[in-house]
Nanobody, 115 residues
């Protein structure tokens, strides 16, 4: 089992920045990939960015050039640095971990971009 706890959400003005953190615990030694997804009101959950155990990253088109996913060694913490935030980035952001074919989710952290 893997437990995921997100933090760092909040209210930010358009053009501002936030850094989200995800701290995994439990059986983290075999995690293959971690990532961030988001779900805006009335919309489906969508990919934001992922990072593998080898350090390969993948971004949604909407995140490219503005967001950066990174991690500490051995999956201590996974970060999502979000810059140049827009109103359309408002959503609940979820941390995800993929381990041995199983997908684990955190409870989410709310990001609101508004003036």
């Amino acid at each position: 089992q893997v437990q995921l706890v997100e933090s760092g959400g909040g209210l930010v003005q358009p053009g501002g920045s936030l850094r989200l953190s995800c701290a995994p615990s439990g059986s983290i030694f075999s995690i293959y990939r971690m990532g961030w997804y988001r779900q805006a009101p009335g919309k489906q959950r969508e990919l934001v960015a992922t990072i593998t155990s080898g350090g390969s990253t993948n971004y949604a088109d909407s995140a490219k050039g503005r967001f950066t996913i990174s991690r500490d060694n051995a999956w201590a913490t996974v970060y999502l640095q979000m810059n140049s935030l827009k109103a359309e980035d408002t959503a609940v952001y979820y941390c995800n971990a993929l381990r041995n074919g199983m997908s684990y989710w955190g409870k989410g952290t709310l990001v609101t971009v508004s003036s």
